[in-house]
């Protein structure tokens, strides 16, 4: 049964995840006049969002804000903290996992992966037994190639306990304001981020949080990095005396991003993203696909569609439906599709997510009862 024509919106909507729909009060923050950051305004405004920044992670940590995406804070986090030569552990169970395995041998690191397949969970035993003689640790929290929430706190608490002077620096790209993250409690270092997942703001920064304890092991002077040494930002950031010229702009978009995100106490704020998540899987599952993961990340649903049916068609039919989702990542883009609301979205989103995916799937021809994944969602987020 082909739909009715229908007035569609003059632009994609954005249910992949990152960058993320953006709301408008961030989108203004965009257009004001142009601000000097070494003004008193310009100053005062990199000092706030700095201090929102350590507020959404709710610990003390010092937040540094490199201008350059997620992979450029990553990158900036290894080179001040890792001593040239030293041992790393790197686990890894997808896309973004790999790819710092990729980074730290690059940059001359003693690197040892510690690897799962695509979907499956990191075994806290077998990273920590790798972990006895290494400095340091590099572990992706949500891996948002395969939709997998790895158990941090398990991982971080079996590391710790063989190796206690272990460096512990967290990929949170997509868990960071999504997840329940207690960096603090959960004895880990550096906490990673970027500005165009959870916190929902154009794509052009990134974050590297800092535990007191880790801002004391930072190096000096690092050889490896000029642009990214993070021990002369963190110096500077602190007194809003960045050495380069910050992305003043986007740091403005970002702080009427982190408002909203803060209006809400952090527990708030987690069982919501999971709750709007859980949705998008049930939705999903009433179409009869499975999610990849059996720890669901909160940030992105990654579904296997039903048998015949393919993780590439199913973006690109949503595509032709003006929906921009994703398929898998290299060598899996087949395997599965990706939708979400983590940015600028609220539970109402992820409902309208559920219908779309109807129509989706009644357009590739799949059979099931309309209104299932609808009513399924409704359930998830009335509950
Ligand atoms: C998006 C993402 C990154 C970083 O990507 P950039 O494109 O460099 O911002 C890293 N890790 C994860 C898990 C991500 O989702």
Known sequence: MTPPPHIPLNRPRLIAPGPVEVSPATLLALAQPQMHHR???????????????SRLLGDAFEAVIVTGSGTAAFEGALVSSVPAGAKVVNASAGKFSERWGEMAARLG???????????????????AEACKDAFALTITHSETS????????????????VNPDLLIIVDAVTSYGVAE????????????SGSQKATATPPGLGFVLFSPQA???????????????????????????????PAINLVHALDASLDRLLSVPLEVLWAEKKRQNDALIAAGEALGCRSWASRPSPAVA???PPEGLGGLQVAAQLASMNQRALPGQAPHED???????????????????AGILEDAFTALGAK???????AAAWQVISS
Not at 109 to 127: H, M, N, R
Not at 368 to 374: D, I, K, M
């Open 302 to 304: 990654v579904l296997v």
């Open 146 to 161: 395969t939709g997998a929430l790895h158990d941090l706190q398990a991982i971080a608490a079996a590391a710790r306990a």
């Open 335 to 353: 395997t599965v599709f990706r939708i979400s609301t983590l940015g600028y979205a609220d539970r109402y989103d992820a409902l309208s997510v």
């Open 215 to 245: 801002e004391a092991r930072l190096i000096k002077d690092t050889p490896k990095g000029f642009y990214l040494d993070l021990e002369r930002e963190l110096r500077g950031q602190k007194q809003a005396n960045t050495p380069q010229t």
């Open 39 to 53: 003004s008193p305004e310009g100053r005062a405004k990199f000092l706030e969002t700095r201090g929102k920044l």
């Open 181 to 192: 993250l207690r960096a603090a409690d959960w004895n880990v270092d550096i906490i990673v």
């Open 109 to 127: 690191y003693d690197v040892t992966s510690v690897q799962k397949p695509w979907g499956e969970l990191l075994d806290a035993g077998e990273v």
């Open 368 to 374: 099931f009862e309309r209104g299932a994944a609808v």
